[in-house]
């Protein structure tokens, strides 16, 4: 893992490599329903539309979840304690700790995240905007393996998990990934996770079809991104977003569909595609508090407080590895 020293913060680079991309696109495309992996979103202006993306009037999570951190950063302090190593995967902006750091006063903040621009930003103005902190940046997949050096064997840190990313994992991926949280914590560490509530089809439609289009051009950015990167042939006008709530399998689906027959090509392979044939880019679970608590239970995690706002929207859970 290189490591590079800054004035302000410590950031260690163990990015995927553009051949990575390149293979996960590939396998995804020649399962029978093709499929982008979500996490490559996020490349710069993936990261800065899903930064505008939380601030459309439809997308309730973000502030439902901003609210509810700082309506209950002192009873998170009460289960955290003084001096925490706090560790945050798929930290974004980092704009949500900071509604936990003068609270908690953390000795290390540790964010991690595949979008290594983003992520050296939000962690160089942390730094610069609470200079007591000792802020270590990690720019890494976290579905792969990760290692935390920098945290002393003897430390159980405190994971930070908002967003409700952990809706972008199947149910069983989902314990997996938790449970992988868990191992990294050790015994008695503890999780802070945000989780989005199963509610009315029509807000979470709304919240993945905003009016100003800012999710469609997210959705449609990845195909961008395979332009630039993978030297693919996307015709961004012949494919549409989609977005629409699995009520069986309860979550948001997003797509990208064909508007006619085409042929894509990637990396030098052709690719058809018919009329309505959809490219699957991410899932977005929504659970009640108990199947989520059976979840995090199964990852070895048990219920320490749970917080949710009054409209029952969104729910804060802090667990600790038994
Ligand atoms: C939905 S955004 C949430 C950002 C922020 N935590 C929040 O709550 O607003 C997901 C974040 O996780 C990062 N991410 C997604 N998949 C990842 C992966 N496999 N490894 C590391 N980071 C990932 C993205 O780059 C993005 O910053």
Request: net charge negative; with cysteine; hydrophobic share 35%.
């Amino acid at each position: 893992m290189a490591k590079t020293a800054t004035a302000d913060y410590r950031f260690y680079n163990h990015s995927p490599e553009v051949d990575d991309f390149c293979r996960e696109v590939i396998d995804g495309f020649r399962q029978n329903q093709r499929c982008i992996p979500p996490k490559y979103f996020y490349d710069e202006e993936g990261a800065r539309l899903f930064e505008a993306i939380c601030q459309q009037p439809e997308y309730y999570p973000t502030r439902t979840e901003l609210s509810l951190l700082e309506k209950h950063a002192e009873d998170i302090r009460s289960h955290v304690g003084d001096g925490c190593y706090l560790v945050e995967p798929g930290s974004g902006s980092c704009e949500k700790v900071r509604l936990l750091l003068d609270t908690l006063r953390p000795e290390v903040y540790a964010p991690l995240d595949i979008s290594c621009e983003q992520l050296k930003s939000a962690a160089a103005a942390v730094a610069a905007d609470y200079p007591w902190l000792d802020v270590h940046a990690v720019c890494t997949d976290i579905t792969s393996e990760v290692s935390l050096d920098f945290i002393p064997d003897e430390t159980t840190p405190v994971m930070f998990y908002p967003g409700s990313s952990i809706g972008n994992f199947d149910p069983d991926d989902a314990v997996e990934f938790l449970a992988c949280l868990a191992q990294l914590t050790g015994s008695g560490g503890g999780l802070l996770i945000g989780v989005d509530r199963k509610k009315d089809h029509e807000t979470l439609h709304k919240a993945y079809n905003d009016a100003g289009g800012v999710t469609a051009a997210f959705n449609l950015n990845l195909l961008q991104r395979a332009n630039r990167e993978l030297d693919a042939d996307f015709n961004l006008d012949a494919f549409e977003h989609f977005a629409a709530y699995n009520s069986v399998a309860g979550r948001i689906e997003m797509h990208l569909i064909s508007t006619r027959k085409q042929t894509v090509h990637i990396d030098g392979q052709g690719f058809e595609f018919n009329t309505g044939d959809s490219i699957h880019t991410e899932n977005s679970y929504k659970y009640t508090d108990s199947e989520f608590q059976e979840i995090a239970q199964q990852a070895g995690f048990t219920l320490c407080d749970t917080w949710t706002d009054s409209d029952g929207l969104f729910s804060l859970f802090f667990l600790r590895v038994k």
